[in-house]
């Protein structure tokens, strides 16, 4: 969706809105007509990609999207887009489950990402207003999300089981003071795995 579009997709809990791949079995019956010759996995689609657009969501499911080749995240909010969503799963993406990349506000509630190829989150925002409260991260890959230094994302509420325990900055300078989420203690010293070889940290937690 693209070009000042906007996508209203409302499910609800006896019946949510699910995008998933074409040889998904699971959801609608065999829509591809093959029985059990195929079966899905993280990338048969690109994913819901929202482009300098304002769409909202709610009670969606969004399973096996995230093409490699194609885009960054299953769900990718980008270029001026706004979007609200509440209530919803992004899972078995092919890379990361949720790409945010310099959209000017994103409001998200109550959403699972999991089983992602990659990480959980991957976000690219400057001056954006993100906010993000009550997201269960699970079964990620690669980590529980990549941020830039330069991230003004709120995250509250969040927890965590089964992904590598990482949260990877990319960047040389973090600008203002960050207090990271309750919930990200860990038992292994790689809980905060840091690109590049310098970084400037006013405070952590």
Known sequence: ?????????????????????????????????DGANTAPTGGDWR?????????????VEVWYGGNVYE??????????????????IIQYSGVSGLRLNEPVSVDISN??????????LYSTVSGSV????????RDNSDGIATLSAGNTISLENLSFSGNAPVVELVGTSIASDA???????????????????????????
């Open 1 to 33: 969706m693209s070009g000042g579009g906007k996508i209203i997709a409302n499910g609800t809990s006896a019946a949510p809105i699910i995008f998933t791949s074409y040889y998904d079995d699971t959801a609608h019956g065999d829509t591809n007509d």
């Open 47 to 59: 994913g819901l990609i929202f482009d300098n657009d304002d769409s909202e969501l709610s009670l």
């Open 71 to 88: 885009s960054y995240g299953a769900l990718e909010a980008r270029n001026q887009s706004q979007l609200s969503m509440s209530d919803s």
């Open 111 to 120: 959403l699972t990402i999991s089983d992602s190829a990659d990480f959980g």
């Open 130 to 137: 993100i906010t993000m409260g009550n997201v269960v991260f």
């Open 179 to 205: 207090t990271w989420p309750v919930g990200l203690e860990s038992s292994r010293s790689e809980l905060y795995r840091l690109r590049h070889q310098e970084h400037t940290i006013p405070r952590y937690w």
